[in-house]
């Protein structure tokens, strides 16, 4: 350094530093980490609800796959009133959020109606730990009495009288056929969607029972016990 050089005469040192880059911090990125595997796990909860619904509703069984004939359209429960066994009136869509089994029978009850009655109760024992998810209905068409005979064997049964003329304007049955020879079923959401053929025997019942527990194998997953 010469005589007359002084530290401030010499020249500046400029060094340019890069401006600091924000950075997200360490809770921002725990956050949106957060969110994205909550999305996860509602998107894997939800998968079988959707898929229920698409299997139910979109991939409908060919014709020749089920016993029982498929109702298309659907047609829901009608806003219609009835009578239950303690002479209340009823609604018939009150019977909507659990699988129906319907039989229809004066209550008289032949050989037919009380056939019916038994296979009813027998098919929802018959599948087993999804039978609360069943109601088996009889339907009375008429004011004739129920033979106190019959009353035990109703105990878990829902029925609820209507006349015959207001049940056919809901109800169906195939050609050459009555109401009161066939089993209907109705969806948790208040549909009749299927048909049995008019007439089965025992024999058949195995075949009702596969229909049935392919409808609570499809519905699994929105349908739950109870209304």
């Known amino acids: ?21 924000p950075q997200d911090t360490g809770p921002a990125l725990s956050s949106r980490s ?31 796959q089920n016993f029982g004939t498929l109702i298309d359209p659907q047609r829901p429960l009608p806003d219609m009133q009835g009578l239950d066994m303690a002479g209340q009136q009823t609604n018939l869509r009150a019977l909507k959020g659990q699988w129906l ?32 998810r069943v109601d088996w209905v009889w339907l009375v068409s008429d004011d004739a009495a129920i033979a106190p005979s019959l009353l035990p064997a109703l ?13 056919q304007t809901w109800l169906q049955p195939e050609p050459g056929a009555a109401l009161q020879d066939h089993l209907f079923v109705v969806d948790p ?17 195995s075949k009702v029972k596969r229909d049935m527990e392919r409808l609570l194998r499809a519905s699994a997953f929105w349908d739950t016990p109870g209304r």
Not at 54 to 64: C, D, F, G, S
Not at 111 to 119: E, T
Not at 155 to 167: D, E, G, I
Request: glycine share 6%; proline share 7%.
């Open 1 to 21: 350094m010469a005589p007359n050089d002084s530290p401030r005469d010499q020249p500046l040192g400029l060094t340019v530093h890069s401006m600091p880059v």
């Open 34 to 64: 957060g969110r994205w595997k909550m999305l996860l796990v509602l998107l894997v909860c939800a998968a079988p609800v959707v898929a229920s619904y698409v299997t139910y509703y979109l991939v409908r069984p060919q014709a020749r």
């Open 101 to 132: 089994l319907i039989s229809v029978a004066s209550g008289t009850c032949d050989a037919q109606c009380q056939h019916h009655l038994y296979m009813q109760r027998q098919l929802r024992e018959g599948v087993g730990k999804e039978k609360d």
């Open 155 to 167: 105990a878990t049964a829902t029925v609820v009288r209507v006349p015959s003329a207001q049940l």
């Open 189 to 205: 959401l208040g549909n009749w969607m299927m048909r049995f053929p008019a007439r089965i025997d025992v024999d058949q019942a």
